[in-house]
């Protein structure tokens, strides 16, 4: 399977939720499913519990931008560590480098910062990092290489940035510091963890 580059509309409302970001589109069309024929009753029909689970996993994977194999193996990892399965498995997914772009305000949107790191843009600790699934570890220093600071693009998405308490942003270097992974109540992310560990304890 590859990565989903296909109307991000659409699947924020499969979700109903604005899980790409701020969309004038959707906000005009949340309440209605995706679909050319309107309401469906089978659509509209009673989930099943593994449904409801499934479409929580689904919802989690295009948040973060993760294709299955990826995210099952971080499942299997978050198990392996110490703590509540479900919050470590947002933890490993909010300390994912393009995540934290994102969240430095590099890039506006999580596909962006992906971008980012993918055309070597990124650095962690001084060193070009080009891998956007590379966890983050304390203490990590993640700017944007100095080449690439007059991007024009960086300039307009780090004017708009947002504040997380487990991230510092040095104004004068424009670089972040990972302080570490986030706590549950930290994560802005309406993702029911726990229907996810259910789904693949099964």
Known sequence: MARYTGPKTKIARKFAA??????????RRKNQPPGQHGPNKRRNAKKSEYAIQLT??????????????????????????KGVTGEVLLQLCESRLD?????????????????LVSHRHVTVNGELVNIPSYILKDGDVIA?????????????????????????????????????????????????????????SK
Do not use: C, H
């Open 18 to 27: 604005p899980i790409f970001g701020d969309d004038k589109n959707f906000e």
């Open 56 to 81: 929580e996993k689904q919802k989690a994977k295009y948040t973060y931008g993760i294709l299955e194999r990826q995210f099952s193996n971080m499942y299997k990892k978050a198990v392996r560590a």
């Open 99 to 115: 995540n934290v772009v994102f969240r430095l305000g590099y890039a506006k949107t999580r596909s962006g910062a992906r971008q």
């Open 144 to 200: 944007i290489r100095e080449k690439s600071k007059s991007l024009e693009v960086i300039a307009d998405s780090l004017a708009g940035k947002s504040n997380y308490d487990w991230l510092q942003f040095n104004d004068e270097k424009q670089s972040g510091t990972f302080i570490s992974a986030p706590e549950r109540m930290q994560i802005p992310e309406d993702i029911k963890e726990q229907l996810i560990v259910e789904l693949y």
